[in-house]
């Protein structure tokens, strides 16, 4: 079955560390969306990528890296220069155009600086 | 700037009762519109989603979305909760126009009493 896979669904960094997420998806969506979620804040868009090797950011993307060299996928680095990383984090994808099908969502990564 | 609003942070229902969940949108056009679903630690999933037709949508798990013109509103919808029900709920928007991307509300959280 298609779908969007987030890994690892769990993930510790120490400080001044960097990391990385993985988002892979198999719908063959053109698009493809990185969101952080904390407490009572909803959904902020950190950048999203509407075609390979391209990408734009979005609200809160100060401290975060993406790269999409493959339409399947698009990995999210935290930096060390994120001052605050705890927090939840969704991948996203959808048709570009044919938005009205709307976005599949991953599980998720909860990631948390020790 | 094109906003979604879900006036309702937090929402607690006995369980059997019935549920209606607020959404507001301030577009000009009628924007594609879409309800998720997110159980605590997870991904979000699509409930529902109008974008023309019927102004009554139904959905998975039993909700039912109505869409209203005049209110600029899509309200979700249940006749009896269930206890499984208990989730945090989004609403989301697409305008027809510009980029191909959703505007999210922040969420409802709704808290089931058994």
């Known amino acids: 079955d298609g779908g969007i896979t987030q890994s690892p669904k769990y993930l510790f960094r120490k400080e001044g560390q960097n990391v990385t997420l993985s988002c892979e998806q198999n719908l063959n969506h053109d698009a493809m969306y990185w969101y952080r979620q904390d407490p009572g804040q909803g959904l902020r868009l950190i950048y999203y990528s509407q075609i390979v090797n391209d990408f734009q950011k979005g609200d809160i993307a100060e401290g975060y890296s993406v790269s999409r060299e493959k339409k399947e996928s698009f990995p999210l680095t935290v930096t060390s220069a994120q001052k605050n990383p705890t927090a939840f984090y969704l991948c996203?994808?959808?048709?570009?155009?044919?938005?009205?099908?709307?976005?599949?969502f991953g599980s998720g990564t909860r990631l948390t600086v020790v | 700037a094109q906003s979604v609003t879900q006036p309702d942070i937090h929402i607690t229902v006995s369980e059997g009762a019935s549920l209606e969940l607020r959404c507001n949108y301030s577009y000009g056009a009628t924007p594609y519109l879409f309800w998720y679903v997110q159980s605590p630690g997870q991904g979000l999933q699509l409930l529902l989603k109008y974008f023309s037709g019927d102004t009554l949508v139904q959905g998975i798990k039993g909700f039912e979305a109505e869409f209203k013109r005049s209110q600029s509103s899509f309200n979700l919808r249940k006749p009896s909760v269930h206890w499984s029900d208990a989730a945090e709920y989004f609403c989301?928007?697409?305008?027809?126009?510009?980029?191909?991307?959703?505007?999210f509300g922040k969420g409802t959280k709704l808290s089931v009493i058994p």
């Open positions: 996203a994808s959808s048709m570009r155009t044919e938005i009205y099908y709307g976005y599949t």
């Open positions: 989301a928007a697409y305008s027809g126009a510009g980029s191909y991307q959703l505007t």
